[in-house]
Nanobody, 115 residues
């Protein structure tokens, strides 16, 4: 069964940076496109960045130029480097398959951008 464990969130001031990590197990990680999703209070979960099995990336307009997604297939991890953070980036961040998601989600990691 797939297990996804996110880490790296925290409280940061506007303009700051954080790097999130997601460790996957129970799947053949390398064959799946993976994504980072976020859910802000009162809003639907949204996909903000994705990376194919071959390393091609795609970003939502709201994070383009500020966030960078990467993956390490040997370690079964996917990361999200977040720079120039804004208060509107505040949310719980999750990783999952990009596209048809796995039924099992991790607990997520809270990112709070505030002065």
């Amino acid at each position: 069964q797939v297990q996804l464990v996110e880490s790296g969130g925290g409280l940061v001031q506007p303009g700051g940076s954080l790097k999130l990590s997601c460790a996957a197990s129970g799947i053949t990680f390398s064959i799946y496109a993976m994504g980072w999703y976020r859910q802000a209070p009162g809003k639907q979960r949204e996909l903000v960045a994705s990376i194919t099995s071959g390393g091609r990336t795609n970003y939502d307009e709201s994070v383009l130029g500020r966030f960078t997604i990467s993956r390490d297939n040997a370690k079964k991890t996917v990361s999200l480097q977040m720079n120039s953070l804004k208060p509107e980036d505040t949310a719980v961040y999750f990783c999952n398959r990009a596209g048809p998601v796995f039924a099992s989600w991790g607990q997520g990691t809270q990112v709070t951008v505030s002065s």
